[in-house]
C-alpha cells in the first residue's frame, strides 16, 4: 500500500471518531447557549387600519422581579416608508406598582435629511429602538407604559405598531 493510501485511510479513521465528536460538542454549546437569561422584555400592539389615532392609547404592563439590576428602557416604532414625518412626539405615561403615573412628553427623532431612516429597514418597513432611558426600577411588580400620539395630523398615517423594549444594561 502507497503512503498516500495509508494517509488517506488514517484521516477517514480519525475522521469517523472526530466528526461525531464535533457534532456533540456543536450540540452541547447550542443546548447551554438557549438555557442563558437573556432578561429583555418586549411587546408592540398593532395600530387598527396603520392609522394611528389620539384616541388609542395602548398599554404594555410587565413584572420586574430584579431591582438591582440597571435596565435600558426602549420605544419601538414601526412604520413604511410612506410615513410623511422624519420625528414622532409621544406622551409616555409610566406607572410603578403602587404609585401615581408619570408623564414625559418626547420628541423622537425617526430620520435626517442626510442620511434617511435611522431605524433598520425591510423593504418599505423601518424599525425604530430608541433609548428613551437607563433606569434601576425601585420596586418589585408589576409596571405599566401608555404610548400616546400627539402628533398634530389625527389619525397618524403609515404606523403599523408601537411598543416598549426593556432590556438589562451591561
Known amino acids: 500500500m502507497s503512503w498516500k493510501k495509508q494517509k488517506n485511510k488514517r484521516l477517514t479513521f480519525y475522521n469517523m471518531f472526530t466528526l461525531p465528536l464535533r457534532r456533540l460538542l456543536i450540540a452541547s454549546m447550542i443546548c447551554l447557549h438557549a438555557c442563558v437569561n437573556i432578561d429583555v422584555f418586549?411587546?408592540?400592539?398593532?395600530i387598527p387600519?396603520?392609522?394611528?389615532?389620539?384616541s388609542f392609547i395602548p398599554e404594555v404592563s410587565f413584572t420586574i422581579?430584579?431591582?438591582?439590576?440597571?435596565?435600558?428602557?426602549?420605544?419601538?416604532i414601526r412604520h413604511s416608508d410612506a410615513y410623511r414625518y422624519n420625528n414622532i412626539w409621544l406622551?409616555?405615561?409610566?406607572?410603578?406598582?403602587?404609585?401615581?403615573?408619570?408623564?414625559?412628553?418626547?420628541?423622537l427623532r425617526l430620520a435626517t435629511d442626510s442620511e434617511g431612516w435611522l431605524g433598520s429597514g425591510m423593504d418599505d418597513i423601518y424599525e425604530h429602538r430608541?433609548?428613551?432611558?437607563?433606569?434601576?426600577?425601585?420596586?418589585?411588580?408589576?409596571?405599566?407604559?401608555?404610548l400616546e400620539n400627539i402628533m398634530r395630523?389625527?389619525?397618524?398615517?403609515?404606523?403599523f405598531n408601537v411598543g416598549v423594549r426593556i432590556e438589562k444594561a451591561n
Do not use: C, M
Not at 422581579?65 to 419601538?76: E, G, K
Open 42 to 46: 418586549e411587546k408592540n400592539i398593532s
Open 49 to 54: 387600519g396603520h392609522e394611528w389615532s389620539g
Open 65 to 76: 422581579a430584579d431591582t438591582a439590576s440597571p435596565y435600558n428602557i426602549y420605544t419601538v
Open 91 to 107: 406622551n409616555i405615561y409610566a406607572q410603578p406598582p403602587g404609585d401615581s403615573t408619570h408623564k414625559q412628553r418626547v420628541d
Open 130 to 146: 430608541i433609548l428613551l432611558a437607563r433606569t434601576v426600577f425601585q420596586k418589585p411588580g408589576l409596571y405599566r407604559f401608555q
Open 153 to 159: 395630523e389625527d389619525p397618524l398615517q403609515h404606523v
